[in-house]
C-alpha cells in the first residue's frame, strides 16, 4: 500500500486559516489501512479543526467526507455536491488525492494533509515499513525475493557495502541490512552461487529518470 | 455503600474501556467539557484482555493533540480501579473535580457558552 502520515496539527491550521468552510476529505483506500486519511482519521481531524477555531472564537463551519478512493475520477463525483459552498478542502489521502481534486474542481484551494512517505506494508499494529521504490522495473528475484533498491540504503545492487554489521545497516542499528537478509535467504535457497554473479547497472529509464509516467490498457479502456 | 463525590460529574457507562477512541474525548472536549477521565479496570484485570491498555493509549493520545491545541492535557486522564473499590470512585472523582476546578473551566466551554 502507499504509506501516509498526518502533517503536525499546527502545520494544517496554518494552512486552512484564512479559509472559513472546510471539507475535510478522507479515503477508504490505501490511507484507511496505514491509519492515516480514513473515515476515523476524518473524524479526529475536523474535530481538531473545530476545537482550535471555538477556541479562537469563530464558529466552526468544517465537513467531512470520506470518498471510495481519491485516485479515480468516477470518485470525484461524490465531492460535487458536499464541495459546493467549501473555502478550502483539506485531502487526507495519499498525495495523489488532493491532485485530483484540485484537477476537477478549478475554484476550490486544496491543501495535502499527509505526507506521502512511501509504498510499504506494516510490521505489526501501527508500525509500516518501506518495501518497494517503484523502479518500473522489477528484479527482487535476483536477490532472494528481497528489494535492495527500496531497502538498502545506498541501493546497491551488489552489496552488502562495509557498513554491514550484526545484521544492521551502518545508518542506523534500528535499521536491517537487506544484504545481510538477501545472503541469509539466498543460503536457505540453496542459491549462493547467485551472488557470485555481478548485476549491471540498471536502466533506470522505468523509474522516475524516464519523466512522469504513465500506463496504458488498451484492453480496459472504453 | 452510600458515598458522595461531585456531582458535576456525568457518568458515561461503556462496556469496556477498550470501547473508548480518541474521537469521543475530542468531541467531548469541543462540546465545551471542562475535563473527562477515563476510568477502567485495573491493569491486568480487563476482561477483554487489553482493552483498559488501549484506552490509556489513547487517553495518551488526546493528550497529545491538547496540548498541540494549546490545551491543559491534564484536562483528560485515564484511572484504573476495579468494580469493589466505591471509595476510590469517590476518591478519583474529587480528585479530578478538584484538578479541574485549578486549571478552571475549559476556553472551549466558555466560547461555547457565549456564543
Ligand atoms: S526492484 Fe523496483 S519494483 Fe521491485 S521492489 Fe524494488 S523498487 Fe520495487
Ligand atoms: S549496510 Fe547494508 S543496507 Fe546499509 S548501505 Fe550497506 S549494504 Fe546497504
Known amino acids: ?222 | 455503600m452510600r458515598l458522595q463525590y461531585p456531582t458535576n460529574i456525568r457518568v458515561i457507562m461503556v462496556p469496556c474501556t477498550g470501547r473508548v477512541d480518541v474521537i469521543h474525548l475530542l468531541n467531548a472536549i469541543e462540546e465545551g467539557a471542562d475535563g473527562i477521565y477515563v476510568a477502567g479496570c485495573l491493569e491486568g484485570d480487563c476482561h477483554y484482555i487489553s482493552g483498559n491498555l488501549k484506552a490509556r493509549k489513547r487517553v495518551g493520545q488526546v493528550k497529545k493533540i491538547l496540548t498541540e491545541l494549546g490545551l491543559e492535557p491534564e484536562r483528560v486522564e485515564m484511572y484504573n480501579l476495579s468494580a469493589a473499590q466505591g471509595p476510590r470512585f469517590a476518591e478519583i472523582a474529587r480528585e479530578m473535580t478538584e484538578k479541574i476546578k485549578n486549571l478552571g473551566p475549559s476556553p472551549i466551554g466558555q466560547k461555547a457558552k457565549a456564543a
Not at chain 1, 523502479?135 to 557495502?161: E, Y
Not at chain 1, 562495509?162 to 541490512?177: A, H, P
Open chain 1, 1 to 222: 500500500m502507499v504509506v501516509a502520515e498526518r502533517k503536525p496539527l499546527n502545520e494544517l491550521l496554518e494552512m486552512v486559516q484564512p479559509y472559513k468552510k472546510i471539507l475535510v476529505a478522507g479515503c477508504k483506500g490505501c490511507v484507511t489501512v496505514c491509519n492515516a486519511g480514513g473515515k476515523k482519521e476524518v473524524e479526529i481531524l475536523a474535530s481538531e479543526l473545530r476545537i482550535a477555531r471555538k477556541k479562537e472564537g469563530q464558529e466552526p463551519d468544517v465537513k467531512e467526507i470520506t470518498l471510495e478512493r481519491q485516485c479515480d475520477p468516477e470518485y470525484m463525483d461524490q465531492l460535487t455536491e458536499v464541495i459546493k459552498d467549501r473555502d478550502a478542502v483539506l485531502s487526507i489521502a495519499c498525495s495523489v488525492g488532493p491532485q485530483y481534486i484540485a484537477g476537477r474542481f478549478d475554484d476550490k484551494v486544496v491543501f495535502p494533509g499527509l505526507n506521502t512517505t512511501f509504498i510499504g506494508g506494516s510490521l505489526e499494529h501501527g508500525v509500516f515499513a518501506e518495501f518497494c521504490q517503484a523502479c518500473g522495473a522489477c528484479g527482487i528475484h535476483n536477490f532472494g525475493g528481497l528489494c535492495p533498491i527500496a531497502r538498502c540504503s545506498k541501493s546497491l545492487l551488489n552489496g552488502p557495502c562495509g557498513g554491514s554489521s550484526k545484521g544492521k545497516c551502518e545508518i542506523s542499528k534500528e535499521v536491517d541490512c537487506v544484504w545481510q537478509l538477501i545472503y541469509d535467504r539466498l543460503n536457505r535457497l540453496g542459491q549462493m552461487d547467485r551472488l557470485t554473479r555481478v548485476i549491471p547497472c540498471k536502466d533506470w529509464t522505468t523509474s522516475r529518470d524516464g519523466g512522469p509516467r504513465k500506463t496504458i490498457r488498451e484492453d480496459l479502456k472504453l
